[in-house]
């Protein structure tokens, strides 16, 4: 969970929008009222509120449009009373966000007044199973079907926006509707070339998913299997494990490469948010929690990854390709969840993002760091076989790592309850570094023969 100083801070980030929704207000000028620098608040508010200050203030706008019109104002005077240039700008906005036009989500919905978010209230949303059997309603589905939780993080906490439905369905919910809208693009492209992913069930009404009080409601199928366990994924056979990650992440790939011209994604630049932001933080805090890395990482990094760096291919890539995002059905890859937060960045990310997620698990694996290098291979063995890595993406691996590594100790440093977490993934890089000829020396092998 984040601090409360922060999220009152963003609340008043969030009410300042709101009340300015009718003016030209700028990021720079919403993040100095917030007291953030703005790269800070922006990652900050994209990471809590689940989408860019932008995508936000544009939803809010078309929210308070679409309430206006229903009320009876004129359409044009709306488009320019909320800042859009042309009724066609409203237009093609409102239908890239809600994926209807405004008289078709009018004759759908009955729009109430919008409020700002409450982020105090957000964090205490939760759903009943007579709240959630009324919302399946709009669904043709069969009756009475069982509703159970659904655990994340690797079956460690309960969602509180997600639940199964019998043994076919996953019923979700959330606010970042753009990034929902993402996740059905990608799957349904999935979907087309073969491999399983959630994939909305139409409404009574044909739609994708409903809209109440700014909230997305969605039924999806549920695909067969099961995310591998820790004890599983460090057993005897771990690199062939590993090689099944690699090639399913690979396959991937080929599909999201195909449509990294017709998905709207945002496009992430790793150097620039390391450089800029999460390395001088780790260096800073790793210093002052007496476990500091020696100049010889940082200057390595600054030296050599950037070149690297401009070198490796880019597309759409999963960008949450945990181990618990991928689903096996007994010992193969059965399909990929989760395509929410999924952006253009270098494609390596993915495997490499694969392997980090396994080794914070090392910890509670007899000699588990010791049998993590045979893991990572595994999964870049397996993804090479899939796209052909290039000698550049393979001398980018360490440095990604370490790129994911250092995102995340910022990142987690920013969340007062996480610290924990900031510690382990602190230790994560400062064993990498320390044991880099074993991590990666066996991977670099494979390229030479």
């Known amino acids: 969970m984040i601090t409360i100083t922060t999220v009152e801070l963003l609340q008043k980030s969030i009410d300042y929008i709101e009340e300015n929704l009718k003016t030209d207000i700028t990021i720079t000028e919403i993040a100095q009222h917030a007291g953030f620098s703005v790269y800070h608040f922006c990652r900050l508010f994209s990471n809590y509120i689940g989408m860019p200050v932008a995508a936000y203030m544009t939803k809010r706008r078309l929210y308070h449009g679409i309430y206006d019109i229903q009320a009876g104002k004129k ?16 237009y093609k906005a409102f239908k890239r966000e809600f994926g209807c036009s405004p008289t078709r989500y009018l004759d759908l919905n009955t729009v109430s007044k919008p409020v700002p978010i409450d982020l105090s209230k957000e964090a205490k949303f939760m759903l009943n199973k007579r709240q959630i059997t009324q919302l399946l309603s709009k669904w043709d589905v069969e009756k009475e079907l069982e509703i159970n939780d659904v655990f994340t993080a690797g079956g460690a906490i309960k969602s509180n926006n997600a639940w199964s439905i019998g043994d076919k369905y996953i019923f979700k919910t959330g606010k970042n509707i753009s990034g929902l809208k993402t996740h059905i693009a990608i799957s349904r492209a999935l979907e087309k070339a073969g491999m399983k992913s959630p994939t909305p069930i139409k409404t009574k009404t044909g739609e994708d998913f409903i809209i109440q009080d700014d909230r997305y409601y969605i039924l999806t199928n549920r695909i067969e299997g099961q995310f591998l366990s820790p004890d599983e994924r460090y057993s005897h056979n771990r690199e062939s494990i590993g090689e099944k990650y690699g090639e399913a992440i690979g396959s991937l790939h080929k599909i999201l490469k195909k449509q990294d011209k017709s998905i709207e994604v945002n496009d992430n630049n790793l150097l620039k948010t390391v450089l800029d932001w999460a390395l001088p933080k780790t260096r800073v805090t790793m210093e002052q929690w007496a476990c500091p890395l020696p100049d010889e990482f940082y200057e390595n990094y600054i030296n050599n990854f950037p070149k690297i760096y401009d070198n490796s291919p880019r597309h759409i890539i ?9 689903i096996f059905n007994e010992v193969e890859v059965s399909g990929f969840l989760e395509f929410e937060i999924s952006e253009r960045n270098v494609r390596i990310f993915d495997p490499c993002y694969c392997a980090t997620g396994i080794l914070s698990e090392a910890g509670e694996i007899e000699a588990g760091y010791e049998k993590w290098p045979d893991i990572l291979r595994g999964i870049i063995r397996g993804y090479d076989k899939a796209v052909n890595l290039s000698n550049w993406e393979k001398e980018a691996i360490p440095y990604v790592i370490y790129s994911i590594q250092m995102i995340f100790i910022a990142w987690l440093l920013d969340n007062e309850s996480y ?20 991590c990666f020396e066996r991977i670099f092998k494979d390229q030479k023969s």
């Open 75 to 90: 359409t044009i005077d709306v488009a320019l009373e909320y800042g859009f240039n042309t009724y066609p700008g409203f």
């Open 318 to 326: 999963h960008r949450d390709a945990n181990p618990s995002n991928i």
């Open 419 to 438: 610290k924990g977490l900031a510690i382990r993934n602190r230790e994560m890089l400062l064993w990498i570094w320390e044991n880099r000829d074993k």
